[in-house]
Protein backbone atom coordinates (compact mmCIF):
# COMPACT_ATOMS: atom_id res chain seq x y z
CA UNK A 1 0.00 0.00 0.00
CA UNK A 2 0.81 3.85 -0.49
CA UNK A 3 0.33 6.93 1.02
CA UNK A 4 0.35 9.77 -1.09
CA UNK A 5 1.12 13.03 1.71
CA UNK A 6 0.30 16.88 0.00
CA UNK A 7 1.49 19.35 2.31
CA UNK A 8 -0.25 22.63 2.96
CA UNK A 9 -2.91 24.38 4.65
CA UNK A 10 -6.68 23.72 4.99
CA UNK A 11 -9.31 26.46 4.26
CA UNK A 12 -10.30 29.29 1.25
CA UNK A 13 -7.92 31.53 2.72
CA UNK A 14 -4.43 29.60 2.08
CA UNK A 15 -5.94 27.06 -1.24
CA UNK A 16 -4.03 28.62 -3.74
CA UNK A 17 -0.80 29.40 -1.52
CA UNK A 18 2.69 28.58 -2.96
CA UNK A 19 3.18 26.16 -0.18
CA UNK A 20 -0.19 24.74 -1.06
CA UNK A 21 1.28 22.94 -4.43
CA UNK A 22 1.38 19.45 -2.56
CA UNK A 23 -2.20 19.75 -1.83
CA UNK A 24 -2.99 20.66 -5.91
CA UNK A 25 -0.23 18.04 -6.55
CA UNK A 26 -2.47 15.39 -4.81
CA UNK A 27 -6.10 16.88 -5.19
CA UNK A 28 -5.06 16.19 -9.15
CA UNK A 29 -3.77 12.70 -9.05
CA UNK A 30 -7.16 12.16 -7.26
CA UNK A 31 -9.30 13.52 -9.73
CA UNK A 32 -7.07 11.83 -12.73
CA UNK A 33 -7.64 8.34 -11.13
CA UNK A 34 -11.02 8.44 -9.46
CA UNK A 35 -9.93 8.02 -6.13
CA UNK A 36 -13.23 7.76 -3.69
CA UNK A 37 -14.58 11.60 -2.26
CA UNK A 38 -12.38 12.30 0.88
CA UNK A 39 -13.21 11.27 4.25
CA UNK A 40 -12.70 12.96 7.63
CA UNK A 41 -10.04 10.71 9.61
CA UNK A 42 -6.81 11.19 11.14
CA UNK A 43 -6.64 14.70 11.51
CA UNK A 44 -7.21 15.43 7.47
CA UNK A 45 -9.11 14.71 4.37
CA UNK A 46 -8.50 11.18 2.88
CA UNK A 47 -9.19 9.68 -0.22
CA UNK A 48 -8.84 6.08 -1.27
CA UNK A 49 -8.05 4.64 -4.90
CA UNK A 50 -5.62 2.34 -7.01
CA UNK A 51 -2.70 3.65 -9.02
CA UNK A 52 -1.01 0.52 -11.38
CA UNK A 53 -3.69 -1.99 -9.49
CA UNK A 54 -1.40 -0.93 -5.94
CA UNK A 55 -4.32 0.40 -2.92
CA UNK A 56 -3.03 4.02 -2.48
CA UNK A 57 -4.42 6.38 0.13
CA UNK A 58 -4.41 10.19 -0.22
CA UNK A 59 -4.21 12.53 2.51
CA UNK A 60 -4.62 16.09 3.20
CA UNK A 61 -4.04 16.88 6.87
CA UNK A 62 -6.22 19.80 7.67
CA UNK A 63 -3.39 20.59 10.87
CA UNK A 64 -1.83 22.90 9.19
CA UNK A 65 1.59 22.69 7.89
CA UNK A 66 3.66 22.93 11.33
CA UNK A 67 1.53 20.00 12.91
CA UNK A 68 1.48 18.00 9.25
CA UNK A 69 3.34 15.44 11.25
CA UNK A 70 0.28 14.56 13.45
CA UNK A 71 -1.82 14.07 10.77
CA UNK A 72 0.38 11.36 8.90
CA UNK A 73 1.92 10.00 11.99
CA UNK A 74 -1.62 8.73 12.89
CA UNK A 75 -2.29 7.20 9.52
CA UNK A 76 1.27 5.47 8.88
CA UNK A 77 0.33 3.93 12.17
CA UNK A 78 -2.81 2.72 11.50
CA UNK A 79 -1.88 1.32 8.18
CA UNK A 80 1.54 0.35 9.06
CA UNK A 81 3.20 1.39 6.63
CA UNK A 82 7.18 2.09 6.25
CA UNK A 83 8.36 5.58 5.88
CA UNK A 84 8.96 3.96 2.40
CA UNK A 85 5.45 3.53 1.78
CA UNK A 86 4.78 7.14 1.93
CA UNK A 87 5.32 10.13 -0.37
CA UNK A 88 5.02 13.32 0.61
CA UNK A 89 4.53 16.42 -2.30
CA UNK A 90 5.95 19.81 -1.08
CA UNK A 91 6.90 23.06 -1.80
CA UNK A 92 10.38 23.56 -2.39
CA UNK A 93 12.17 27.44 -2.22
CA UNK A 94 15.60 25.96 -3.48
CA UNK A 95 14.11 24.99 -6.60
CA UNK A 96 13.22 27.31 -9.56
CA UNK A 97 9.29 27.14 -10.58
CA UNK A 98 7.70 24.50 -12.17
CA UNK A 99 10.89 22.54 -11.63
CA UNK A 100 10.34 18.84 -9.72
CA UNK A 101 13.19 16.59 -8.00
CA UNK A 102 12.30 13.27 -6.08
CA UNK A 103 14.49 12.26 -3.43
CA UNK A 104 14.26 9.77 -0.10
CA UNK A 105 15.49 10.96 3.18
CA UNK A 106 17.56 13.66 3.79
CA UNK A 107 17.70 17.22 5.13
CA UNK A 108 14.55 19.41 6.06
CA UNK A 109 15.94 22.33 4.60
CA UNK A 110 14.05 24.69 7.50
CA UNK A 111 10.61 23.46 6.08
CA UNK A 112 7.80 23.43 8.75
CA UNK A 113 6.16 20.92 7.56
CA UNK A 114 9.27 18.58 6.64
CA UNK A 115 10.22 18.94 10.25
CA UNK A 116 6.73 17.94 11.86
CA UNK A 117 6.89 14.85 9.68
CA UNK A 118 10.65 13.89 10.61
CA UNK A 119 9.12 14.47 14.69
CA UNK A 120 6.53 11.69 13.98
CA UNK A 121 7.82 9.25 11.09
CA UNK A 122 11.60 9.82 11.03
CA UNK A 123 13.17 11.33 7.68
CA UNK A 124 13.20 8.62 5.20
CA UNK A 125 10.05 8.85 3.90
CA UNK A 126 9.91 9.44 -0.10
CA UNK A 127 9.74 13.72 -1.50
CA UNK A 128 8.27 15.14 -4.18
CA UNK A 129 10.19 18.58 -4.11
CA UNK A 130 7.96 21.57 -6.45
CA UNK A 131 10.11 24.64 -7.33
CA UNK A 132 8.33 27.55 -6.48
CA UNK A 133 11.05 29.61 -6.66
CA UNK A 134 13.06 31.73 -3.82
CA UNK A 135 11.95 35.34 -3.29
CA UNK A 136 15.65 36.20 -3.27
CA UNK A 137 15.40 37.06 0.28
CA UNK A 138 15.65 34.95 3.84
CA UNK A 139 13.62 37.89 5.25
CA UNK A 140 10.66 37.70 2.59
CA UNK A 141 10.50 33.62 2.59
CA UNK A 142 7.13 33.58 4.71
CA UNK A 143 5.16 36.57 2.61
CA UNK A 144 6.53 34.59 -0.25
CA UNK A 145 5.26 30.87 -0.07
CA UNK A 146 2.13 32.28 1.64
CA UNK A 147 1.18 34.41 -1.13
CA UNK A 148 -0.65 33.38 -4.19
CA UNK A 149 0.14 31.82 -7.19
CA UNK A 150 0.18 34.69 -9.85
CA UNK A 151 -1.97 34.16 -12.85
CA UNK A 152 1.34 33.77 -15.18
CA UNK A 153 2.51 30.78 -12.78
CA UNK A 154 -0.33 29.29 -14.54
CA UNK A 155 1.62 28.26 -17.49
CA UNK A 156 3.69 26.08 -15.75
CA UNK A 157 1.79 25.11 -12.74
CA UNK A 158 -1.06 23.55 -14.75
CA UNK A 159 1.02 21.31 -17.14
CA UNK A 160 3.09 20.22 -14.15
CA UNK A 161 0.13 18.71 -12.08
CA UNK A 162 -1.02 17.46 -15.07
CA UNK A 163 2.14 15.45 -15.53
CA UNK A 164 2.53 14.82 -11.96
CA UNK A 165 -1.04 12.87 -12.12
CA UNK A 166 -0.18 11.11 -15.66
CA UNK A 167 2.95 9.88 -14.14
CA UNK A 168 1.80 9.01 -10.51
CA UNK A 169 1.35 4.82 -11.12
CA UNK A 170 5.04 4.70 -11.33
CA UNK A 171 5.05 5.70 -7.61
CA UNK A 172 3.01 3.13 -6.62
CA UNK A 173 5.54 1.09 -8.35
CA UNK A 174 8.27 2.27 -6.19
CA UNK A 175 9.85 3.75 -9.44
CA UNK A 176 10.75 7.39 -8.57
CA UNK A 177 13.19 7.62 -11.06
CA UNK A 178 10.77 6.80 -13.63
CA UNK A 179 8.34 9.29 -11.94
CA UNK A 180 10.61 12.11 -12.38
CA UNK A 181 11.83 10.79 -16.01
CA UNK A 182 7.95 10.81 -17.32
CA UNK A 183 7.29 14.36 -15.76
CA UNK A 184 10.07 15.77 -17.56
CA UNK A 185 9.38 13.90 -20.44
CA UNK A 186 5.79 14.95 -20.90
CA UNK A 187 6.50 18.69 -20.19
CA UNK A 188 9.25 18.73 -22.58
CA UNK A 189 8.57 16.36 -25.11
CA UNK A 190 11.60 15.31 -27.03
CA UNK A 191 12.51 17.40 -30.71
CA UNK A 192 11.41 15.08 -33.81
CA UNK A 193 13.88 15.44 -36.33
CA UNK A 194 12.36 16.34 -39.70
CA UNK A 195 14.55 16.63 -41.39
CA UNK A 196 14.37 15.06 -45.22
CA UNK A 197 17.12 12.75 -45.86
Do not use: C
Not at 24 to 37: N, Q, S
Not at 40 to 58: D, T, Y
Amino acid sequence: MLLLVGLGNPGNKYADNRHNIGFMAVDEIVRRHGFAPPRKRFQGLISEGKLAGHKVMALRPQTFMNESGRSVGEAARFYKLTPEQIVVFHDELDLAPGKLRVKQGGGLAGHNGLRSLAAHIGKDFRRIRLGVGHPGDKGKVLGHVLRDFAKSDDEWLDPLLDAMAEAAPLLAGNDDPAFASKVALILKPPEHNTKVR
